[in-house]
């Protein structure tokens, strides 16, 4: 099965830039969609189709995917943006959808 | 716009079947290129993908569950049913149903619904 893996945790200092990686084999190749997902609410769509950013989320946000490895970049980044991130594609080899890990943001 | 929202038991105990039902408004599941999927996540751990279904009754499962899932839709009711069967304590979790997005083949999922908590203990 396709696995996607994220770091378990960033930190950033605020006003600086975090970057958070989604590795997959040859993921360049798949759609990679983010989420935020912060305690305890609802995971909420912050890049989709890899660099495409759904109404209402900041410019901040954007992603990157080529290869083996998927970013989503957080850019000036607040202390709002602390949260979870999670990437997922959908695998058309195994007709699934995958979720990575998650990756704790923490601002400093 | 679009809105689901969950409901179902908040404790099972082991053994037992789980019935979930997500209730939307928004959109019609007899509309294609529309479906809704199921996601849970259990307490501090990550998001696990469960099921989906489509407007020409398509449905996909999670490998792992495949065995004791199964998805259905009621087009006149705007209602998804989620059933898991022979419930553990490890299927502890918030189960989420979200608005799948369809482009030739199964995209993202935008919005979510609130989640509900299922606690299964004897």
């Known amino acids: 099965s396709y696995v996607l893996t994220q770091p378990p945790s960033v930190s950033v200092a605020p006003g600086k830039t975090a970057r958070i990686t989604c590795g997959g084999n040859n993921i360049g190749i798949k759609s990679v969609h983010w989420y935020q997902q912060k305690p305890g609410q609802a995971p909420v769509l912050v890049i989709f189709y890899d660099s495409d950013r759904p109404s209402g989320i900041p410019d901040r946000f954007s992603g990157s995917n080529s290869g083996n490895t998927a970013t989503l970049t957080i850019s000036r980044v607040e202390a709002g943006d602390e949260a979870d991130y999670y990437c997922?594609?959908?695998?058309?080899?195994?007709?699934?959808?995958?979720f990575g890990g998650g990756t704790k943001l923490t601002v400093l | 716009q679009i809105t689901l929202k969950e409901s179902g038991p908040t404790l099972v105990k082991p053994t037992q079947t789980l019935t979930l039902t997500c209730t939307f408004s928004g959109f019609s599941l007899g509309t294609g290129g529309v479906g809704v999927g199921w996601i849970r996540q259990p307490p501090g751990k990550a998001l696990e993908w469960l099921a989906l279904i489509y407007w020409d009754d398509d449905k996909r499962y999670s490998p792992s569950l495949k065995s004791r899932l199964t998805i259905t839709k009621d087009t006149s009711k705007n209602q998804v049913v989620l059933t898991l069967t022979d419930m553990d304590p490890v299927d502890t979790a918030i189960y989420y149903c979200?608005?799948?997005?369809?482009?030739?083949?199964?995209?993202?999922?935008?919005?979510w619904g609130q989640g509900t908590l299922v606690t299964v203990s004897s």
């Open positions: 997922q594609v959908w695998d058309s080899t195994t007709s699934h959808v995958v």
């Open positions: 979200a608005y799948a997005h369809w482009d030739s083949s199964p995209k993202w999922f935008d919005p």
